[in-house]
């Protein structure tokens, strides 16, 4: 692996590099976890005055030293409070190259010089530190390199002007979810030829090619969710940004204390989309679109009762009484078309106060047990239908508002609830669907669901 040799060029200057085509090298390798030290007596246990007088200095000055021996080259680690034997090997290495002696600890000149040669190597690509809401994770970006920001179905994504690198985050919650099938299914994606994977009980490793591009994924598991990030370049560029998936390899924290994607302030009043299930009257929608509503709506139909709710599945059985001219849309067993068509009723804002239902041709994407729905759709677009190519329904839309605590973005995270979820959830409220199949008879069975809150 090499780390920069020279100050980083600068990235309007890369342009010319892009047309030539180098021999793929392997993707950068994650840094080292360190090696637990054998068991010892309590009584044998002697203490270390190097260690020791590192654990006398402030944790935020701890993780610095090892972030920027990390840009000076000579860190391979993961950031850490605990300033282990790994980290003392790294100062005395920097000392070393700097004719000093080595020592392990580093006087002031010395983390005066050492933060002085790992700064303008920051500043080169824009390196700073920041907490993803959406995902939920904190990781180190390199700002200069991907100025743009955009959301995606649970994560984020930072690019280039023209592509050259991509950073995008990823949250996977949905029951079911386990580190080993994000694993799997990281090695599955398209046109991705892994060169290296590591997978721990915590944590996994993917990096390879994807297509022409170097590919480098890092995900970690905990409490049913997989969180994580992936790093996508030009190899043209990897002298440049090698270095930098190092460093975000290392400063990398998928659970950070301290820090959890909360859910922005809710909309006063809020529109959704609800799909008949029943001539009786009853309308399935997700938890979203029912959360904490004071007073549920459903327009054209007046007001409705909330029946049930299940948090496992984020659905939600809404129920409205006399007599009604329903249309219901069947619920059958799973659909595996990837292509998908969506049918419902968007936010009034998003057609001028209207209130026609539409469609929006999307594709699923499988992430691990989930389904993500892209690209995200309208708002209003929450429990809409999702249609089969043969009209039989895929599931619902579970949109969810997008969390914001750094890049700015107006897309939500949207997944699928399949049929065959919606099916048992009837099934444990004694109710069947008993409409029939096709694209009419979606937008004849949908309803906007109006929610009011306090």
Not at 95 to 112: D, F, S, W
Not at 132 to 158: F, M, N, Y
Not at 320 to 344: F, H, K, N, Q
Not at 447 to 453: L, S, T
Request: contains cysteine.
């Amino acid at each position: 692996m090499r780390y920069f040799g020279a100050v980083l060029l600068s990235f309007a200057l890369m342009a010319p590099a892009l047309a030539q085509t180098p021999k793929p090298s392997p993707a950068p390798k994650p840094p080292a976890a360190p090696k637990p030290a054998a068991a010892k007596p309590a009584a044998a246990a002697t203490p270390n005055p190097i260690t020791e007088s590192y654990a006398a200095i402030p944790e935020a000055e701890r993780i610095a030293i090892q972030s920027n021996l990390i840009w000076t080259g000579d860190y391979n680690g993961t950031l850490s409070a605990d300033f282990g034997d790994r980290a003392v090997a790294a100062v005395k290495a920097f000392q070393k190259k700097r004719g000093g002696k080595e020592t392990g600890v580093l006087n002031p000149q010395e983390r005066a010089a050492l933060s002085a040669a790992a700064k303008p190597k920051q500043e080169a690509v824009g390196w700073r530190m920041l907490n993803d809401g959406v995902s939920g994770i904190r990781l180190g970006l390199p700002a200069k390199l991907v100025p743009q920001a955009t959301g995606i179905a649970g994560g984020s994504r930072w690019t280039s002007a023209r592509g050259e690198v991509q950073i995008e985050t990823f949250r996977i919650a949905a029951p079911g979810t386990t580190l080993q099938a994000s694993f799997e299914a990281q090695q599955k994606v398209a046109e991705r030829k892994v060169s290296y994977k590591l997978v721990r009980p915590d944590f996994f490793i993917v990096s390879g090619l994807q297509g022409l591009k170097k590919v480098y994924v890092r995900g970690a598991f905990k409490d049913g969710e997989v969180r994580g990030f992936t790093v996508l370049y030009d190899q043209a560029l990897e002298g440049t940004v090698d270095p930098v998936v190092i460093a975000m390899s290392s400063a990398f924290a998928a659970f950070p204390t301290g820090f959890a994607a909360a859910p922005p302030p809710r909309r006063k009043v809020e529109y959704g989309t609800g799909i008949v299930i029943g001539a009786g009257g009853h309308i399935v929608t997700t938890r979203e679109v029912t959360d904490a509503c004071q007073v549920i709506t459903l327009a054209g139909l007046g007001p409705a009762e909330l029946v049930a709710e299940d948090k496992t599945t984020h659905l939600a059985l809404l129920r409205v009484y006399g007599s009604r001219d329903l249309t219901p849309l069947a619920v059958g067993d799973a659909v595996g078309d990837a292509e998908v068509t969506l049918v419902g009723i968007a936010d009034p804002q998003s057609q001028g106060g209207g209130t026609a239902v539409s469609t929006a041709a999307a594709r699923l994407i499988s992430q691990g047990a989930a389904r993500q729905v892209e690209p995200a759709p309208v708002p209003g677009f929450a429990g809409a239908a999702a249609l089969a190519r043969d009209g039989r329904l895929a599931g619902l839309v579970d949109l969810r508002p997008q969390v914001i605590a750094g890049p700015p973005s107006g897309a939500a995270q949207s997944a699928l609830i399949p049929a065959e979820t919606i099916a048992a959830f009837l099934r444990a409220h004694q109710l069947a669907a008993s409409g029939a199949s096709g694209m009419e008879k979606a937008k004849a069975a949908a309803v906007r669901v109006i929610c009011v809150r306090k």
